[in-house]
């Protein structure tokens, strides 16, 4: 199946456009034209008009909503092949799971979970998204290919960040000297620790091949939060940056276990990150939960942008980022799905669930921010995290066109009020109807134009099921023997008191 070919010159006319500009503007009925990948205008009806005899093809979406195409500024693809995988428990023994199920995956599975993740995306209405890609036990090129080629493929604008880190996981959380049993601390000091330099090897090709920020699809670094990093990783990873300024996404002060990493005495994670020059207004620090004023400070003198991903940060109970202060110093907020076995890619979920928290948060509802207001700025904020600044996440002339076209016509949307407030309120990413990505249409009718999905479906499908025995018998004895060390060490930082609280304590 191919996409639909766009034409030097389109139209899409008579429906309500939501610009999601910093104004809130809003032209029903409207119209928008796009020469290619492009926006030339936008504005109601007969207000720009084409040179005599330049050929346009006209759209019909009268009845229907136009928006900017939703950024996911954080999601980890390989997680799409595991759903229903995650129950229920911290991050700290969710990763135990995880590292032992997620290991291993072909090029080809990568390829697979990347389409996958694009394709839930796309149908709720996401036309870019960070890809925070993790091969374990270590990053290939045949892998990252994998995962770049399917997101080509498929017609989704995708940042990859390739995560890597190079500590074994027991030394980067607060577990006590003698917490686990001889035999599996051998175990982990025996494990292959993964080269730095074969990271970087790879990054420097990958970035010659796919480092503009214009490319649909590109890549930037993705170096894992400092505590599972060596000093060796970090510095090796300024002097990266210092040679090619690319654009970087880590984890950042996740859970509270993470916070108890931080050396005392010394400078805390972002402002370690900053004096080795890695961190700049290209970076994201995803989930930025646990930090304190000086972590802050170092983020908005950095010039970074937070990604923040209330889903899973509630799933695994982690705590809540403190966005209401993020936006008075000035930071900018995106907002990520995070893995897919944390919860559905839906964008737009994420986005209220994360207004909602920040009310149970603040006591001054005026400082609470309004459906107009969150959608245009973590439009703006996504932007910036992807290196396009201005060009994503709003309709404006000159702006690229990724545009989502949504059928209302349900009893959710029916009365209709407030445009802004129904989309942020109501909307789940349900009523797609069509998706335009650098001006190539990529779904119509609710269905993806540019791959057979339900071939892609059956393939996961098939994946899955191979992959679901994998785990040895002896991975999940491993992991067994772990839980009650782990489970200690969470309840014991729980109940810590660091001056610092980002949970909901109900007295």
């Known amino acids: 199946m191919t996409s639909r070919e766009s034409p030097a010159l389109r139209c899409l006319t008579g429906g309500t456009v939501a610009t999601f500009d910093s104004l809130g503007t809003v032209f029903d009925p409207g119209e928008i034209w796009f020469r290619g990948g492009t926006i030339v205008a936008v504005g109601a009806p007969g207000s720009w008009m084409p040179e005599d005899g330049e050929p346009v093809e006209t759209i019909d979406v009268s009845g229907r909503i136009v928006i900017p195409g939703f950024?996911?500024?954080?999601?980890?693809?390989?997680?799409?092949?595991?759903?229903?995988?995650?129950e229920k428990g911290p991050l700290d023994i969710y990763m135990l799971d995880v590292i032992a199920a997620g290991s291993a995956m072909t090029p080809r599975q990568c390829h697979v979970s990347a389409q996958l993740d694009a394709l839930n995306m796309l149908r709720?209405?996401?036309?870019?998204?960070?890809?925070?890609?993790?091969?374990?036990?270590?990053?290939?090129?045949?892998?990252?290919?994998?995962?770049?080629?399917?997101?080509?493929?498929?017609?989704?604008?995708?940042?990859?960040?390739?995560?890597?880190?190079?500590?074994?996981?027991?030394?980067?959380?607060?577990?006590?000297?003698?917490?686990?049993?001889?035999?599996?601390?051998?175990?982990?000091?025996?494990?292959?620790?993964?080269?730095?330099?074969?990271?970087?090897?790879?990054?420097?090709d990958a970035l010659a091949d796919r480092g503009s920020a214009a490319g649909r699809v590109h890549v930037m670094l993705g170096v894992d939060g400092v505590q599972r990093c060596s000093e060796q990783l970090i510095r090796m990873t300024g002097e990266f940056q210092q040679r090619h300024g690319a654009g970087i996404q880590t984890h950042m002060l996740e859970s509270?276990?993470?916070?108890?990493?931080?050396?005392?005495?010394?400078?805390?994670?972002?402002?370690?990150?900053?004096?080795?020059?890695?961190?700049?207004?290209?970076?994201?620090?995803?989930?930025?939960?646990?930090?304190?004023?000086?972590?802050?400070?170092?983020?908005?003198?950095?010039?970074?942008?937070?990604?923040?991903?209330?889903?899973?940060?509630?799933?695994?109970?982690?705590?809540?980022?403190?966005?209401?202060?993020?936006?008075?110093?000035?930071?900018?907020?995106?907002?990520?799905?995070?893995?897919?076995?944390?919860?559905?890619?839906?964008?737009?979920?994420?986005?209220?669930?994360?207004a909602?928290?920040?009310?149970?948060?603040?006591?001054?509802?005026?400082?609470?921010?309004?459906?107009?207001?969150?959608?245009?700025?973590?439009?703006?904020?996504?932007?910036?995290?992807?290196?396009?600044?201005?060009?994503?996440?709003?309709?404006?002339?000159?702006?690229?066109?990724?545009?989502?076209?949504?059928?209302?016509?349900?009893?959710?949307?029916?009365?209709?009020?407030?445009?802004?407030?129904?989309?942020?309120?109501?909307?789940?990413?349900?009523?797609?109807?069509?998706?335009?990505?650098?001006?190539?249409?990529?779904?119509?009718?609710?269905?993806?134009a540019t791959i057979d999905e339900d071939a892609l479906v059956s393939e996961a499908v098939e994946i899955t099921a191979r992959r679901s025995g994998a785990m040895s018998e002896e991975a999940r004895e491993r992991i067994a023997a772990q839980y009650p060390a782990f489970r200690e060490m969470i309840l014991e930082q729980f109940a810590s008191e660091t001056g610092i609280e980002r949970r909901i304590r109900l007295v």
């Not at 209302?408 to 009020?417: D, I, K, L, R, V």
Request: with cysteine; glycine share 12%.
């Open 71 to 86: 950024i996911n500024a954080h999601s980890h693809s390989y997680s799409a092949i595991l759903k229903g995988t995650v």
């Open 124 to 204: 709720r209405g996401v036309t870019s998204v960070i890809d925070h890609y993790s091969e374990r036990p270590a990053l290939t090129a045949e892998g990252l290919d994998g995962a770049c080629s399917g997101f080509a493929e498929i017609g989704i604008r995708a940042t990859v960040a390739p995560m890597f880190s190079d500590r074994p996981y027991i030394e980067t959380v607060p577990l006590g000297e003698g917490a686990l049993p001889d035999d599996l601390r051998r175990w982990y000091e025996e494990q292959p620790r993964p080269d730095p330099a074969r990271y970087f090897a790879i990054m420097e």
């Open 256 to 354: 509270k276990t993470q916070a108890a990493m931080r050396p005392p005495g010394g400078p805390g994670f972002v402002r370690l990150l900053a004096d080795h020059g890695i961190i700049n207004d290209r970076s994201s620090l995803v989930h930025f939960i646990w930090t304190d004023g000086d972590d802050i400070a170092a983020a908005r003198e950095a010039g970074v942008t937070v990604v923040h991903c209330p889903q899973s940060n509630a799933m695994l109970g982690a705590g809540i980022c403190p966005v209401v202060r993020l936006a008075d110093e000035g930071i900018p907020v995106a907002f990520g799905t995070d893995g897919s076995n944390c919860g559905p890619a839906s964008y737009i979920e994420n986005l209220r669930i994360g």
């Open 356 to 448: 909602y928290l920040a009310r149970l948060t603040e006591p001054d509802f005026e400082r609470w921010p309004d459906a107009a207001g969150l959608l245009q700025s973590a439009g703006s904020a996504g932007a910036r995290a992807m290196g396009r600044p201005g060009e994503l996440g709003v309709i404006d002339a000159g702006a690229c066109a990724d545009l989502v076209v949504l059928n209302p016509q349900g009893h959710w949307h029916e009365p209709m009020g407030d445009i802004h407030r129904h989309l942020f309120y109501y909307e789940s990413g349900e009523s797609v109807e069509s998706v335009w990505v650098d001006g190539r249409q990529v779904v119509a009718n609710g269905r993806l």
